[in-house]
């Protein structure tokens, strides 16, 4: 079984719509949770870490439950450039190790 | 301020020859991480540096792959021989000391085709 484990997709949503992805990690002392963001043939990038409490940055929110051990990312009023691959990522030490999922990948179509 | 710099871009090799990978992190960042990323898969963690010690190489083939970081700035990452099982997009990463965050900053990778 895989650590972090992610919906590979693709989802084909149009451009305006809500779409949610999840997440879920087998490590149980794991931490610390972030969405990555990987453009195609690109790095990937910082999008957002996931607090208990959830948190919003923009069209985007993201909520961790440890109890399930589950992570989602919501993004609104999806917009063309949204269109890339989404890294769930968990931390289990303060030695800032990541451990990555598969992605997720996004297609927002006009 | 510059990124994470790597070099080459890309490189094409047979497979049992030899290669190796560049990598200058940010300026000032202590610690440096190289990933390993398959098409289709997430970036899997081969070895973590912190100045020029390892911290964590425990996924890293140690069989075939060595990497250094001699003077704790830039690494090199390299593959003895190589298998065609090497082919993906090599990463490097650097995050600042202390207790700045967990952001990582990549480099732009290397592309490694074993035919």
């Known amino acids: 079984r895989k650590e972090v484990e992610q919906d590979p997709g693709p989802f084909n949503v149009p451009e305006g719509a809500t779409v949610a992805f999840n997440c879920t990690y087998s490590?149980?002392?794991?931490?610390?949770f972030f969405w990555y963001r990987q453009d195609c043939r690109k790095e990937p990038k910082l999008l957002m870490s996931?607090?208990?409490s959830g948190n919003e940055d923009g069209r985007f929110t993201a909520q961790l439950n440890r109890a399930s051990q589950y992570i989602s990312l919501l993004i609104r009023d999806s917009k063309l450039s949204d269109s890339a691959t989404y890294l769930c990522?968990?931390?289990?030490?303060?030695?800032?190790?990541?451990?990555f999922g598969g992605g997720t990948r996004l297609m927002v179509k006009p | 301020e510059a990124g994470v710099a790597q070099s080459p871009r890309y490189k094409i090799i047979e497979k049992r020859q030899s290669v190796a990978f560049w990598c200058n992190p940010i300026?000032?960042?202590?610690?440096l991480y190289w990933y390993q990323q398959i098409l289709g898969q997430g970036p899997k963690l081969l070895i973590q540096?912190?100045?020029?010690?390892?911290?964590?190489d425990s996924q890293l083939p140690k069989d075939r792959f060595s990497a250094e970081r001699l003077k704790g700035v830039d690494s090199t990452l390299k593959i003895q021989p190589a298998k065609l099982e090497d082919s993906a997009v090599y990463l490097c990463?650097?995050?600042?000391?202390?207790?700045?965050?967990?952001?990582?900053?990549f480099g732009p990778g290397t592309r490694l085709t074993v035919l």
């Open positions: 990463a650097s995050t600042q000391p202390g207790g700045g965050g967990h952001e990582q900053f």
């Open positions: 490590n149980s002392a794991s931490q610390s």
């Open positions: 996931v607090y208990s």
């Open positions: 990522v968990a931390s289990h030490n303060a030695g800032n190790m990541l451990t």
């Open positions: 300026s000032g960042h202590a610690t």
């Open positions: 540096f912190q100045n020029n010690g390892v911290v964590d």
